[in-house]
Structure formats: structure tokens, C-alpha cells
């Protein structure tokens, strides 16, 4: 039997899907938080906090809850993988909550390995974080109410990270039937809801339509792997201080043009995803009407156009561009990309 080729693994072939994190979604889900700390018999937790949190609404309300069903915290806002391990371990913890962005739950992820797999009940405040899924017999709150806090530049470069993520899945050469299914919807809330969003952070149907999009994603893309747009954010992100999110927006235009000639059939689905007109000779249109939509949604959230607005150093293209061929990222992607091209495409970006 003849294998298979990469490109057509969505088409034919043998493919798996999996994602074991279960979702408790909706406005007020935080309250859902006693229900699943009793799932598990829990009576000690260590407590994740991102420093920027520490006097807020959604922390003081999850204190209250775990203590009316009295349970023992011991709370941590330095957050440190070894420090939160140690503490944990000394306290016999037989749970984490993480409440914060995607640095304090990929810290609660590290600990809840080094303890052999405790329960782990992750509560994102970004519309975007990628961290909230993750393994077997963890679990993920999301409610618009704990996102309202968060800075509209914030919101914007979050939220198109998150959108990255599922369009660089729903491309990959790894989709299956069933990342596709996630992908388009994620693009679909996530186009449809961002520019409001990013506007206002307490409109709750807006924010649960991004935090649904991004988690969609992120169950996706753990299966699918990405592309170049993450092999470039990742590298700029190495080495300047410039958000993973705000790197990928700006490069995502260029690296999407690049790919176009690969699958026109699916960025025209892309393009009507972004709500542009797709009648007539749709896949010799899509590719220039995805760019267009593409180009459009990022000049609305005020993404600057290039990587020199963000304060890279032209001269250290040759090293982002060495970074991001070296990539796992980049195997996933639809087109072969050689490290001269990701170099005409971070000129590009520049």
C-alpha cells in the first residue's frame, strides 16, 4: 500500500484526536470551582496566582468558595516552578488551582508533573491562553467575568495569538476531520468577537466567545502542531522583549502569504470565515482575500505593520530566521520553508 502524503493526512489515512481537559464554560463558571475541587476529595491545595492578582475580584472570590468548603490553601504569586514544588511537596497539596495568564498555568502544569499528577483546575484571565487545556484529569474554568481586568493591548495581541493558533492548525499538513471542525469554529468566534472584545473586556458574550475560540485552538493544535508565523513569534519573542501574540500578529500577513499558493481551497475558507466575499472563482481569490482580511483585522486592533515598529534589530535577522528553521514548528507547515526563505520573510515583516 502506498503511504500517504503529509499534505493530504486531513483526506486519507490514519489519524487520532484527543483531548482529555474538561471544560466548565460560561458567565459565573468560577462558582462551578467547589463542584470540582470535591470530584476529588481535595482538603489541601496549592494556590497559583499571577503577582498582578493578588488584590483582585476573581481571587478573593475563589478564597472565599474554598474556604466555605474547607479547604486548606496555601497560596503562591512569586511564581517559581522549584519554589511552588517545594512548597507544595511540604504541604502535602493534593490539588493546584492556577488563576493568571499562560506563564502562571504552564508553572502549575510543571508542578503538577514533578507531584505525579494531581489534580490540576486551571482558571485563564487572558482570552488567548493556549495552557488552559492540557493533561488527563485536569480541568479548565472559563468565565468572562475574569477577563474583564485585562488591557485592551493586552486583549488584542492574546486574542490574535489565539487566532494564529487555529489558523496555522487548520493548515497544517497534521489536520484531521476533527481539528478542522475546532478550527473553523475557533476562527469564527474568535474573528467575529475580537474587534468587540478588545473594545470592551466586560462584554461577556465577547469575552466566553474568545475564551471558547482560544481553548478550540489550543485542543487542536496539540495534535496538529503550527507553522511559520509560531517558528517566528517564537524567535523574536527569544530574543526581544516583544509578547508572543504581538510577534505573531505582525508577522502573521507575511508568513500567510507565503503558504496561500499551498491550500487556496482552504483560505478561501478562511476568507469567508473572516466575513470577506467569497462568490465566484473562490480558490483563486481565497489566498489574496484571506491576506486582505488578515491585514484588515490586525490594522483594526492596532497591530503595528512591522517588526521594526516593535524595536528588532534588522541586524538580527539572520538569527531569527536560523531560530526559526531549526523549529519543530516548522515541519507542520503547508509549504516547505528552507532558512533563506524565513529570512525573505522576516525581511519582509522588518
Known amino acids: ?37 470535591r470530584e476529588h476529595a481535595s482538603k489541601r491545595l496549592l494556590v497559583l496566582l499571577d503577582p498582578a492578582l493578588v488584590d483582585s475580584a476573581i481571587h478573593r472570590k475563589v478564597a472565599d468558595i474554598l474556604a466555605q468548603i474547607d479547604v486548606a ?38 508542578v503538577d508533573l514533578l507531584m505525579s499528577s494531581l489534580p490540576l483546575i486551571s482558571i485563564p484571565t487572558t482570552a488567548g491562553t493556549r495552557a488552559a487545556v492540557s493533561a488527563e484529569g485536569a480541568a479548565a474554568i472559563l468565565d468572562p467575568l475574569t477577563v474583564g481586568p485585562m488591557p485592551s493591548h493586552d ?3 492574546a486574542g490574535i495569538d489565539a487566532f494564529v ?39 461577556p458574550s465577547a469575552a466566553l466567545d474568545m475564551l471558547c475560540g482560544s481553548a ?32 505573531s500578529a505582525v508577522c502573521l500577513p507575511h508568513a500567510a502569504a507565503f503558504n ?33 482580511g488578515l491585514r484588515a483585522l490586525c490594522s483594526d486592533l492596532g497591530i503595528p505593520p512591522r517588526l521594526r515598529d516593535v524595536g528588532i534589530d534588522e541586524d538580527r535577522l539572520n538569527e531569527l530566521a536560523r531560530r526559526s528553521f531549526a523549529s519543530d514548528h516548522s515541519t507542520c507547515n503547508p509549504r516547505l520553508t528552507s532558512e533563506q526563505d524565513f529570512l525573505e520573510l522576516f525581511r519582509s515583516a522588518y
Request: charged content about 20%.
Open 73 to 110: 490553601t496555601v497560596v503562591l504569586s512569586d511564581i517559581d516552578v522549584q519554589a511552588a514544588f517545594e512548597r507544595s511537596r511540604e504541604r502535602h497539596a493534593e490539588g493546584i488551582v492556577a488563576i493568571g495568564g499562560e506563564n502562571t498555568i504552564e508553572v502549575a502544569k510543571s
Open 165 to 203: 493558533h487555529a489558523f496555522e492548525s487548520y493548515l497544517s499538513k497534521r489536520a484531521t476531520v476533527f481539528s478542522d471542525a475546532l478550527n473553523l469554529h475557533a476562527m469564527t468566534l474568535i474573528a467575529a468577537s475580537i474587534r468587540v472584545f478588545v473594545a470592551d473586556r466586560n462584554n
Open 260 to 292: 496561500a499558493p499551498a491550500n487556496p481551497e482552504r483560505y478561501a475558507r478562511i476568507a469567508a470565515v473572516l466575513g470577506i466575499d467569497g462568490s465566484g472563482r473562490r480558490e483563486a481569490k481565497g489566498g489574496a482575500q484571506a491576506i486582505h
Open 1 to 37: 500500500m502506498s503511504e500517504v502524503p503529509a499534505s493530504m493526512w486531513h483526506e486519507a489515512g490514519i489519524g487520532s484526536f484527543e483531548c482529555p481537559t474538561k471544560l466548565i464554560f460560561g458567565v459565573g463558571a468560577h462558582e462551578r470551582l467547589a463542584d470540582l475541587v
Open 216 to 247: 478550540m485552538a489550543a485542543m487542536s493544535f496539540g495534535v496538529t502542531g503550527l507553522g511559520n508565523v509560531s517558528c517566528m513569534a517564537s524567535a523574536v519573542s527569544s530574543l526581544f522583549p516583544v509578547p508572543q501574540g504581538l510577534a
Open 155 to 157: 486583549a488584542a495581541h
